[in-house]
């Protein structure tokens, strides 16, 4: 289970970083700015649980998660150069890497001994907090705040962690459901341009 989370933690952080690379050429960044941006992006949100949590900032000690989000960074930027992306690539690589970290951060989360609804909250910015870094960086709406279901698979995914586990599975059925049901509901999302219903003060 370990060489498992590490291999899903690293695509994570990779694909969270290549989604980076995308909205850096979308918004006409050069490399040092992208391999920025990227980078932000891939370890922004595990970097802010880390810190709330008292542990050690895991990339500063592991820095294979940095040199994944690097190379993904230059990988990506310089793809593009050659063509576009097909149309919402932004949008699915954003939805793996959300479900990759919503399962991995709840996984490490769950056995640390908080209560259920701080490990759920806790993974939900740990999943979206990269996402939130690269669109504030970058000067773009975050998705988090827009209407889009994202936040909410994050935290739906987490949930079911709980829920599987409770029903006597072991980690790696509960892994596997937190991250396929949170990549669903983001899923269902972008192809349905799901959004949930702004706010409304009374009187206007």
């Known amino acids: 289970m370990d060489i498992t989370l590490a291999v899903f933690s690293l695509v994570g952080t990779a694909v969270f970083a290549a989604s980076g690379a995308l909205v850096a050429a979308e918004q006409k960044f050069d490399v040092i700015g992208a391999v920025f941006l990227s980078v932000a992006a891939g370890i922004g949100g595990g970097t802010i649980v880390d ?54 951060g709840i996984q490490r989360l769950a056995p640390m001994g908080f209560d259920p609804a701080v490990a759920v909250f806790l993974t939900a910015i740990g999943a979206a907090g990269g996402g939130i870094v690269r669109d504030v960086l970058a000067n773009r709406a975050p998705l988090v705040f827009s209407g889009e279901i994202y936040v909410t698979a994050a935290l739906l995914g987490a949930l079911v962690y709980y829920a599987v586990k409770l029903a006597g599975a072991d980690d790696a059925w509960a892994l596997a459901a937190a991250l396929v049901l949170t990549f669903a509901v983001r899923a269902a999302g972008i192809l349905f341009a799901i959004r949930l219903r702004p706010g409304r003060m009374t009187g206007q």
Request: cysteine-free; charged content about 15%; aromatic content about 12%.
């Open 51 to 104: 810190l709330m949590t008292g542990v050690e900032v895991r990339w500063l000690t592991a820095p294979e998660r940095l040199w994944a989000a690097l190379v993904a960074a230059v990988v990506v930027f310089e793809a593009v150069r050659f063509g576009a992306p097909p149309d919402k690539t932004l949008a699915w690589a954003d939805a793996a890497g959300l479900a990759l970290f919503t399962a991995t």
